[in-house]
C-alpha cells in the first residue's frame, strides 16, 4: 500500500512537471526586442500555449529525473530523494507521444489503482459512461469525446461548468482553442496527453459516413456562378 502511494506522489510531481516546461522557460528566456517595446502579447496567453506549437522549445525528455528536468531545485536534498518518473513508470503499458505512459490503460489493466479522496482510501470515483459526438466540418474524423476516462480521473466538477457547459454541442471548440490551452487543451498538452501528429486519433475517432461531403455555405449555394 505504501509503495503505491510512493508510486502515485512521483506520477503526480511527474504530471505537474508536464505543466511547467512552458512557463520555466518563458522566465529564463532573454527578454526581446518585442518585450522591450511593448508590443508582446499578453505574457499569460504565450506560457499557457501548448507544447505542440512548433514556435516553442520541444521538452526533450519530459521523464527526465527530477535533479535533471529543469524544474527542481537541484540545491535542494529533497529533489534527489524524489523517485524517477521513469522508475515510477515501470511496466506501465507506453504511448508514442506525452510522456509516453497509456495511463488510460494503465488504469483499465489494472496496474494503477488511485485514491480518489486525500483523507479516505475508501472513496470510490463516480463513473460516467456517455460518448458526446462531436462532428467536424473539415474532412478530418469526428470527435469523441467519452466520459468514462475522464471521470476515472476526474470529478465533474474538474470540466463543469467552468470548462465546458454540460450540454451537447453547446460548448464552441476549435483546434486553435486546444493548442492554445483552452478547452480540451486545459489538459491535453499540459497533464494528459498532448495533441501531436501522433495523437490526432485519439480525439478524432469517428470516420465520417462514406457520403459525406463538405457543407456548403448559404452564399456558395446561391452563387449563380456555380
Ligand atoms: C474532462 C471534462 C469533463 C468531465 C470531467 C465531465 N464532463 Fe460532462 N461533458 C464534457 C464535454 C466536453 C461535454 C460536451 C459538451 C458539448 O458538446 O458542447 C459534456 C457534456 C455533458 C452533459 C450533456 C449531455 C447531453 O446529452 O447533452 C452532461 C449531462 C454531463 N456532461 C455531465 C457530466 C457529469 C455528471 C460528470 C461527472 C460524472 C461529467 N459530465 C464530467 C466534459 C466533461
Ligand atoms: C484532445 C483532443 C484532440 C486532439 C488530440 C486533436 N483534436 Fe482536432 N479537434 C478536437 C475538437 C474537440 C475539435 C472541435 C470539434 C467541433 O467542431 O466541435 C477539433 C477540430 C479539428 C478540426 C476542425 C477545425 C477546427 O479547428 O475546429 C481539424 C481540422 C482538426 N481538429 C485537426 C486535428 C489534427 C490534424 C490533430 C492532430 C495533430 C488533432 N486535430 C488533434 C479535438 C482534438
Ligand atoms: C480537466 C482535464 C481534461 C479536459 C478538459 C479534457 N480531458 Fe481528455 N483526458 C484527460 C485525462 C486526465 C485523460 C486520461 C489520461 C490520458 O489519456 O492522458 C484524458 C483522456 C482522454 C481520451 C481517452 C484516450 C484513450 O486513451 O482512450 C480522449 C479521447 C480525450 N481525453 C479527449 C478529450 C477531448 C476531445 C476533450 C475536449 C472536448 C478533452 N479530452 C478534455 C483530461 C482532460
Redesign the pocket.
Known amino acids: 500500500m505504501s509503495k503505491s502511494i510512493f508510486k502515485l506522489t512521483a506520477i503526480a510531481v511527474s504530471l505537474v512537471a508536464f505543466v511547467l516546461p512552458t512557463a520555466a522557460l518563458s522566465a529564463s528566456k532573454p527578454v526581446t526586442s518585442a518585450e522591450v517595446t511593448g508590443s508582446m502579447p499578453d505574457k499569460l496567453s504565450v506560457s499557457n500555449a501548448n507544447v505542440f506549437n512548433r514556435l516553442l522549445k520541444k521538452v526533450n525528455d519530459p521523464n527526465a529525473a527530477p535533479d535533471k528536468d529543469g524544474i527542481h531545485d537541484t540545491a535542494n536534498e529533497g529533489t534527489h530523494a524524489l523517485q524517477a518518473p521513469k522508475v515510477a513508470y515501470e511496466g506501465l503499458p507506453t504511448t508514442e507521444f506525452g510522456n509516453h505512459i497509456d495511463w488510460v490503460q494503465a488504469l483499465n489493466s489494472g496496474k494503477l489503482d488511485p485514491r480518489y479522496d486525500r483523507e479516505d482510501p475508501e472513496v470510490e470515483p463516480f463513473v460516467m459512461d456517455l460518448d458526446i459526438v462531436?462532428p467536424?466540418?473539415?474532412s478530418?474524423p469526428d470527435?469523441v469525446f467519452p466520459h468514462k476516462p475522464h471521470t476515472q480521473w476526474l470529478h465533474c466538477s474538474n470540466c463543469h461548468p467552468k470548462i465546458f457547459i454540460p450540454q451537447r454541442n453547446t460548448n464552441q471548440?476549435?483546434?486553435?482553442a486546444?493548442l492554445l490551452g483552452k478547452?480540451?487543451g486545459v489538459c491535453?498538452g499540459k497533464v494528459a496527453f498532448p495533441?501531436?501528429?501522433k495523437?490526432?486519433k485519439?480525439?478524432?475517432s469517428k470516420p465520417k459516413d462514406a457520403d459525406w461531403t463538405p457543407p456548403l455555405s448559404n452564399a456558395t449555394v446561391k452563387n449563380p456562378w456555380r
Open positions: 462531436r467536424v466540418k473539415a478530418v470527435v471548440i476549435n483546434m486553435s486546444i478547452k480540451c491535453h495533441p501531436t501528429t495523437s490526432c485519439k480525439c478524432h
